[in-house]
């Protein structure tokens, strides 16, 4: 049986605001909000840590196993930085989120971030990596950049994607 709700990937560079936009969007939606680096250190579906990288290295094999029931059931709100592992028929919208590389230094600066940690993150946004990533590992149609500098933009990235929601059909 068909799901009766959609999911929706919110990816994009760290500090592009994912978990904001994820987290407003589930307040209106009633969606859940599912941030897969909560997940992974709650549920340990990692395989430890990479202290380059400071961060923990996921097992993508875990992590899809923990999420498959629930993503069969819609209504999800999956917010990661990655996202060419997870199964395409999981989702019905990809959100990538952009941000100006000037605002997203300083969202990553205060974050604690420098060095090649900060630098590769940059990077990544002039490149699109992440847009890239999302094209090749899902349908074009289902792919939406969305910019990301401000307050306002997450707001109204919130609205376009709760009308998105409401108006959303199963295919049969």
Same mark, same amino acid.
């Given at each position: #049986?068909?799901? +009766?709700?959609?999911?929706? /990937?919110?990816?994009?560079?760290?500090? $592009?605001?994912?978990?904001? $936009?994820?987290?407003?969007?589930?307040?209106? $939606?009633?969606?859940?909000?599912?941030? %897969?680096?909560?997940?992974?250190?709650?549920?340990?579906? @990692?395989?430890?840590? =990479? =202290?380059?990288?400071?961060? @923990?290295? %996921?097992?993508?094999?875990?992590?899809?196993?923990?999420?498959?029931?629930?993503?069969?059931?819609?209504?999800? %709100?999956?917010?990661? @930085?990655?996202? =060419?592992?997870?199964?395409?028929?999981?989702?019905?919208?990809?959100?990538?989120?952009? +941000?100006?590389?000037?605002? /997203?230094?300083? &969202?990553? *600066?205060? &974050?604690?971030? #420098?060095?090649?940690? /900060? +630098?590769?993150?940059?990077?990544?946004? %002039?490149?699109?990596?992440?847009?890239?990533?999302?094209? *090749?590992?899902?349908?074009?149609?289902?792919?939406?950049?969305?910019?990301?500098?401000?307050?306002?933009?997450? *707001?109204?990235?919130? $609205?376009?994607?709760?009308?998105?929601? &409401? *108006?959303? @059909?199963? +295919?049969?």
């Amino acid at each position: #049986m068909g799901r +009766t709700k959609p999911n929706i /990937l919110v990816t994009g560079t760290p500090g $592009t605001g994912k978990t904001t $936009t994820s987290s407003l969007l589930s307040d209106a $939606t009633g969606f859940r909000h599912i941030n %897969i680096g909560d997940l992974v250190k709650e549920k340990n579906l @990692h395989d430890g840590w =990479d =202290d380059e990288l400071e961060c @923990h290295i %996921i097992n993508e094999d875990l992590v899809c196993d923990e999420l498959e029931d629930i993503m069969e059931q819609g209504g999800n %709100i999956v917010d990661y @930085h990655g996202c =060419d592992f997870f199964p395409e028929r999981w989702f019905d919208r990809v959100v990538v989120l952009q +941000t100006d590389n000037s605002v /997203l230094y300083d &969202r990553l *600066s205060s &974050r604690g971030y #420098m060095g090649s940690k /900060l +630098t590769n993150n940059i990077e990544c946004e %002039i490149f699109q990596v992440l847009l890239e990533e999302a094209r *090749s590992s899902y349908p074009e149609d289902i792919v939406v950049p969305l910019v990301s500098n401000c307050v306002d933009d997450i *707001s109204k990235n919130v $609205t376009t994607l709760s009308d998105w929601i &409401r *108006s959303w @059909h199963p +295919t049969s």
